[in-house]
């Protein structure tokens, strides 16, 4: 039912562009890529992309749209934005259980803008951008201030084909990240509008928020970057790459076994594609489907099987042309011969684990090891750290630490930190030796906030943003990134012909929470109790003393009514007791008569 | 003139996605889980630390910042029918946000007065589901609000039934019996809004259902419930004819950018000299490198 409309509608798209006369050269393409992972997870990431032939130069290209979604376009339009890339992520992507990830995105929002070059006020334009991206995904993107805002000078290039001074010009650059974002429905809504087919047809269609967000890890990325079209890079094009990477854990809902099936993780079959897209692909990759001992076995059998070599790694995947499924629909199932064998993971090339250190509520410390594991290559990375102000770090109390051992890093960039302005931003350039763990550790003091700059839940705590270590790996195990310049995931394939030996990788590490000294919030209204009691009491009965004047009372005058009464009261009080005295004296006179 | 629907959605806690809910990405109605209310296509505008006081009377009375995007702008004219829902904790005179500050019922009052000045609205009606909800309607001085709230000054308003898979209590007694109500409403339902004032009664709610309807100007019997819950899109139609002016905006728009002219015209002077692009070194540490 739904496909005819999409089909009317694609064909009323195309005959109203063909009288416009405007030739508006978008392609768009659907992945999906499934990977087994060895601890038991499966993962899969979503990959829409769509590739615009126009030039990122020239303003007056984003007035016709087609398939590129127009309510993104003219908020990069508008501000000026060359390259934008956002990422909202739950959960926390564990390098050393499951390797690289496609994009890596740290938990919470991420945002890092690169603006034109002849762009004038680039504050006001990021504070802009910032808002207008809060209302497109629903998230509370406008507290990326200037106080939570940087530009890093050694990480975060330009991903996309750039003007070479701009790229080395960071203060074209804008990088923030608010850790304590979640993420939920709510972003997932406006995120789907963006896609051509929004999910009436197509990979789109899997999008059930109930499934998506019963997992271990749950990112939505954008990226928007400018990509050269040609070798020589004489015309370039835009292009709008949209991922939704997910991690589930099959054993947990089923007694222990990795199976997975469309309808166990997605919650239905893919019944039909997306007209609109030029190619739809399915990629699993089966590479680790090697032992007898633990293996699975794939339904309905892949149309193709390939194997992609990349810098010394071979990698093999099964691969399923979405657009030529059977009318009953597809779903893609994968059955395991036996429960999962757990086993000791086996980590990457790099990963890093950050942690606070200290105690109490005056000064802590922050730590970073980084993992170094491979036997012989020795690792340039580059680290980078965002803090914010109310952490005050010491720069002085910068230590690296191989193996135990002090060493001095190779360059440090450190902007400090200046109270409610900006942020503290540290990028280190160190090697690792193979075979080493590096400890990067720094010291802090917690600041006491004045009492309005607490959040509601103060006692929560205070996120930290993760760090990001950037490398070049000079052989891609476990490596799934796309290369510079190609932007499919089936270009995986065809990578055997890729002569770089060098994959840039960026990771991420763990947020951090820490918990500045927090006043009590009753207190103003128990001072107010306790001040006004005291003032009430104290001030009263001093000024009483102090002011009272002390003269002598005539007794014989006359005095007043009251007092009067209680003279009289007082009169007869003394006569009855006398009375009884007497009574009590003549019984006692007459006991001793008697 | 056609109408459209705005909806803005405050939401202070992430309770759909929060690691407790046993269903992600759903809240249900009742402890069955009849209906997910969080539903596919939720948008919250105003989420976690941006619901305030401040920014909901932003909302109302449009004072909102340049750079506010249009999701998050109630965009209503005079002849914009409102209704505003809230709940939370209350008591006699303020409602709680965020457990860390109030909005009473004299700054709603003037919100609404504001409003009314700058005609935002043409029909308001305001329920509240708090404890002693009846106070935040009782201090309203401007006209066509139809107030209704859950229970009386000196009443609590009380909560329907717990979810044991959760831990809590799920639904208030009052946004129950309305939810249960509304259901059965469709967008060509004649059904009226004295119908709806009578959704609650004592023996469901164990509060009183109070409402206010000096300041409304229509007789709730002859007021339809679509009038407010749907976006009933109503077309008027026009014999004049208006010219629309063509504002060219689609970037910096400059000074030189507001006449009109012809492709031909324009182009020479929006020339901006395109520079050469290409893909940027990823890893700059050579530089760093070599000085060792």
């Known amino acids: ?594 | 003139i056609a109408y459209f629907s705005q909806i803005i959605l405050m939401i202070a806690d992430d309770m759909a996605c929060n690691p407790r809910n046993p269903r992600p990405a759903m809240v249900f109605n009742n402890a069955n889980e009849q209906i997910n209310v969080y539903g596919h296509d939720v948008e919250v505008d105003y989420r976690g630390y941006e619901v305030t006081v401040e920014n909901f009377i932003r909302v109302m009375t449009g004072r909102l910042p340049p750079s506010t995007p249009r999701s998050k702008r109630l965009l209503s004219d005079d002849r914009s029918n409102i209704l505003v829902y809230m709940t939370g904790h209350g008591g006699d005179g303020f409602l709680k946000f965020q457990d860390a500050e109030e909005i009473s019922s004299i700054e709603l009052a003037d919100a609404f007065e504001q409003m009314w000045q700058k005609q935002r609205y043409h029909e308001v009606l305001f329920i509240i589901d708090t404890c002693q909800a009846e106070s935040m309607y009782q201090k309203l001085y401007s006209p066509n609000i139809l107030g209704v709230a859950s229970s009386r000054v000196g009443e609590d308003s009380l909560s329907h039934h717990v979810d044991s898979a959760i831990g809590v209590y799920v639904i208030d007694r009052y946004t129950y019996y309305a939810l249960e109500f509304l259901e059965k409403v469709t967008p060509e339902s004649k059904k009226t809004l004295s119908q709806f004032l009578k959704v609650c009664p004592k023996s469901a709610c164990v509060s009183t259902v109070g409402v206010r309807t000096d300041l409304f100007q229509r007789d709730p019997k002859k007021v339809l419930v679509t009038d407010f819950f749907g976006s009933v899109r109503n077309v008027e139609l026009s014999p004049y004819t208006v010219t629309l002016n063509d504002t060219g905006d689609t970037g910096d728009s400059t000074a030189s950018d507001r006449e009109t002219c012809s492709a031909d015209s324009c182009a020479p002077k929006k020339k901006i000299q395109r520079k050469k692009m290409s893909y940027v070194d990823q890893f700059p540490v050579e530089q760093f490198l070599k000085r060792r």
């Not at chain 1, 405007?22 to 038991?40: C, M, R, T, W």
């Not at chain 1, 929002?109 to 808002?131: Q, Y």
């Not at chain 1, 503290?424 to 080493?436: Q, S, W, Y």
């Not at chain 1, 005539?554 to 009574?583: M, Q, W, Y």
Request: net charge neutral.
């Open chain 1, 1 to 594: 039912m739904a496909a005819p409309m999409i089909m009317r509608l694609f064909f009323a798209g195309s005959f109203l562009s063909l009288i416009s006369g405007v030739h508006v050269a978008d392609v768009f393409n659907e992945e999906l890529l499934i990977k087994p992972l060895d601890s038991g997870h499966v993962y899969a990431h979503f990959q829409f992309t769509t590739k615009w032939d126009i030039d990122i130069q020239t303003q007056q290209n984003f007035t016709h749209y087609g398939l590129f979604p127009k309510s993104l376009g003219e908020v990069l339009a508008k501000y000026s934005v060359h390259e934008l890339h956002l990422s909202l992520t739950q959960g926390l992507w564990r390098h050393r259980i499951w390797g690289y990830p496609v994009v890596s995105a740290p938990p919470g929002a991420e945002l890092w803008a690169w603006f034109k070059r002849d762009t004038t006020n680039i504050d006001k334009k990021w504070s802009d951008l910032v808002n207008a991206l809060s209302g497109l995904f629903c998230a509370s993107l406008n507290f990326m201030d200037k106080t939570a805002t940087v530009s890093p000078k050694l990480s975060f290039r330009p991903l996309g084909a750039a003007d070479q001074w701009i790229a080395t010009n960071s203060t074209y650059l804008r990088y923030a990240a608010m850790p304590g974002e979640m993420v939920c429905t709510e972003n997932l809504t406006p995120w789907k509008k963006l896609l051509p087919c929004d999910t009436k047809a197509g990979l789109s269609t899997f999008f059930k928020s109930g499934k998506l967000y019963d997992t271990s890890y749950h990112s939505l990325g954008v990226y928007y970057k400018s990509v050269c079209t040609d070798a020589e890079c004489d015309t370039t094009g835009v292009e709008l790459v949209q991922s939704l990477a997910v991690v589930y854990e099959p054993p947990v809902r089923q007694g222990g076994k990795q199976d997975w099936s469309f309808k166990s993780l997605f919650g239905r079959f893919l019944t039909n594609s997306c007209p609109v897209a030029e190619a739809s692909h399915i990629l699993v990759d089966i590479t680790g489907n090697k032992t007898l001992a633990y293996h699975f076995h794939l339904s309905p059998p892949p149309d193709r099987v390939e194997t992609a070599t990349r810098g010394g790694d071979k990698r093999k995947f099964a691969i399923y042309d979405a657009k030529k499924r059977p009318p009953s629909g597809l779903n893609l199932a994968a059955k395991y011969n036996r429960n999962v064998i757990y086993k000791q993971p086996q980590p990457p090339q790099l990963h890093a684990h950050r942690f606070i250190t200290g105690f109490g509520q005056e000064n802590g410390g922050i730590v970073t090891m980084l993992f170094n594991t491979d036997p012989k290559e020795n690792l340039t990375v580059i680290y980078m750290e965002m803090v914010p102000w109310f952490i005050k770090m010491y720069f002085h109390t910068l230590k690296v630490e191989i193996d135990g051992m002090q060493e001095n890093p190779l360059h440090i960039h450190y902007v400090q930190a200046k109270d409610r302005q900006q942020p503290c931003l540290m990028e280190v350039i160190l090697k690792l030796p193979a075979n080493t763990t590096t400890k990067v550790s720094i010291d802090f003091d917690r600041t006491f906030l004045k009492w309005t700059e607490y959040p509601p839940d103060a006692n929560h705590g205070f996120y930290v943003t993760s760090a990001v270590v950037s490398t070049v790996l000079s052989h891609a195990g476990q490596y799934t990134a796309l290369p510079q310049h190609s932007d499919k995931l089936i270009s995986l394939l065809s990578l055997n012909d890729d002569i770089s030996s060098e994959f840039l990788l960026r990771i991420h590490t763990e947020t951090l929470l820490v918990s500045l000294p927090t006043p009590d919030f009753s207190m103003p209204y128990n001072v107010i109790c306790l001040a006004c009691t005291v003032v009430a009491i104290g001030f009263g009965s001093v000024h009483n003393l102090t002011t009272r004047q002390f003269i002598e009372v005539d007794p014989t005058k006359n005095k007043g009514f009251l007092s009067n009464i209680k003279d009289k009261l007082k009169r007869k009080k003394k006569e009855t007791d006398a009375k009884v005295h007497k009574e009590e004296k003549s019984d006692s006179i007459e006991e001793k008569k008697s």
